[in-house]
């Protein structure tokens, strides 16, 4: 028996690592460091698809290009505002307040370099709507860690799920991997079956 790896994983999020083992193939890790800021005038949609390439192509050329890579990147989308992760507590705070009764979106995009100048991508698009978040809660949350590197200051499967009242779309997604979307990249690489 082998261990060899089929894929590199190129992100540090344990919730990614978790959800791609769910889909049974082989990786390692390793976190791909790209400079993580949207370009002027670059729409939401546009910036999480390039992140999630620079990603995977980063994560493709620190293991040789070898292997191929899988990046992800995942943001949250209010009237237009790009939510990513929280700068600061007070940062984390203000977010939550703002999406607090509201519906929002959670743009989860997926790339798969598969070798030098080619790769796959694919974005899923989930809405989640959030009761009203008590005040003092969002702030006693916000002094733990959970928020703090999260797209929207926020773990779906963590405390705030008791105040999401509907989710159309993908958990998985609005986790940081989209796994059907995921499994389909994977599949037309060869990588599933």
Not at 96 to 104: A, D, F, K, P
Request: glycine share 10%.
């Amino acid at each position: 028996m082998h261990n060899q790896a089929d894929l590199i994983l190129a992100s540090a999020s344990p919730r990614r690592r978790e959800l791609l083992q769910q889909l049974a193939v082989r990786f390692k890790v390793t976190p791909a460091d790209i400079n993580e800021i949207r370009l002027k005038g670059e729409v939401a949609k546009d910036f999480v698809q390039r992140m999630a390439l620079e990603k995977a192509i980063a994560g493709f050329e620190q293991g040789g290009a070898t292997l191929p890579a899988l990046g992800s990147d995942t943001i949250v989308l209010l009237d237009g505002e790009v939510f990513g992760k929280p700068e600061s507590r007070q940062g984390a705070v203000a977010m939550l307040r703002r999406l607090s009764g509201q519906t929002h979106h959670v743009y989860s995009a997926v790339a798969l370099a598969t070798r030098a100048g080619k790769a796959l991508q694919t974005l899923n698009i989930t809405a989640v709507t959030f009761a009203a978040i008590p005040t003092p809660w969002i702030e006693r949350y916000c002094q733990q860690d959970e928020p703090m590197d999260k797209a929207g200051a926020y773990a779906v499967q963590g405390g705030t799920g008791q105040f999401i009242r509907c989710i159309e779309g993908s958990y998985s997604g609005v986790m940081g991997l989209p796994l059907y979307e995921t499994a389909v990249l994977l599949r037309q690489a060869g990588l599933l079956v």
